[in-house]
């Protein structure tokens, strides 16, 4: 079946310590997206990659980098963790063509821990 | 950035009633989007309803959208215990292209 996969579930890090999360997709799709999820709350936009194109939000701290090697994979990199940035962060893809956002595809979440 | 407000933001029913919640938005919007959260899950896509459009239904779900007052509302009849999630409202703002704008959420739960 056709999904979109993020490794790990589960990612326990130490304060300062870069870690490193993954999302794959099998779907070909175009767009990829990063957010990050705290408890009871909604959905909040990291990034996007267009194709090859970056988009940062304008209040996405320096301390998270996105990189999207290809179509099927994309990487968030959080170089120095504080204890802020324990969070839920779910990867999603979309098919973006011409006017309109289609529904978005989304992966099963990694639980960030920061201790 | 958030622009959707929804409510109620909890919700609590049993099992066999229909629950409603609403979303309300500010800008002209090309569509709406429904999605479910299952606890420490990811989202799932439910129903997407364009600016030209009213109504929608998906088996249990109806949404509607009145753009006139900037609503949207999610209807599930004859609710079940799985039924019990997270539901965010999301919009495609016109102009703004592949990005969603979410809604805060409303938490239901279906008591068997």
């Known amino acids: 079946d056709a999904m979109v996969i993020q490794n790990p579930r589960y990612q326990v890090t130490q304060f300062g310590k870069p870690v490193t999360l993954s999302c794959s997709q099998t779907?070909?799709?175009?767009?990829m997206y990063w957010y990050q999820q705290k408890s009871s709350q909604a959905p909040k936009l990291l990034f996007h990659?267009?194709?090859?194109?970056?988009?940062n939000e304008a209040d996405t701290p320096d301390n998270f980098q996105s990189r999207r090697p290809n179509t099927s994979f994309c990487f968030l990199d959080i170089r120095s963790p504080g204890l802020g940035d324990a969070a839920m962060y779910l990867c999603?893809?979309?098919?973006?063509?011409?006017?309109?956002?289609?529904?978005?595809?989304f992966g099963p979440g990694t639980r960030l821990t920061v201790l | 950035s958030q622009q959707g407000e929804e409510d109620p933001q909890a919700l609590s029913i049993q099992e066999g009633e229909n629950a409603t919640m609403n979303c309300s938005y500010k800008t002209s919007i090309n569509n709406l989007q429904w999605y479910r959260q299952n606890s420490g899950r990811g989202l799932v896509h439910l129903i997407l309803i364009r600016s030209n459009e009213r109504e929608k239904h998906s088996g249990r779900l109806r949404v509607t959208l009145d753009t006139s007052k900037k609503s949207s509302s999610l209807l599930i009849t004859a609710s079940r215990a799985a039924d019990t999630a997270s539901y965010f409202c999301?919009?495609?703002?016109?102009?703004?292209?592949?990005?969603?704008?979410w809604g805060l959420g409303t938490s239901l739960a279906v008591n068997p």
């Open positions: 779907l070909n799709h175009n767009v």
């Open positions: 999603a893809t979309s098919r973006v063509a011409g006017q309109g956002l289609p529904s978005l595809f």
């Open positions: 999301a919009t495609d703002q016109a102009g703004n292209n592949r990005k969603l704008i």
């Open positions: 990659y267009y194709d090859k194109d970056f988009n």
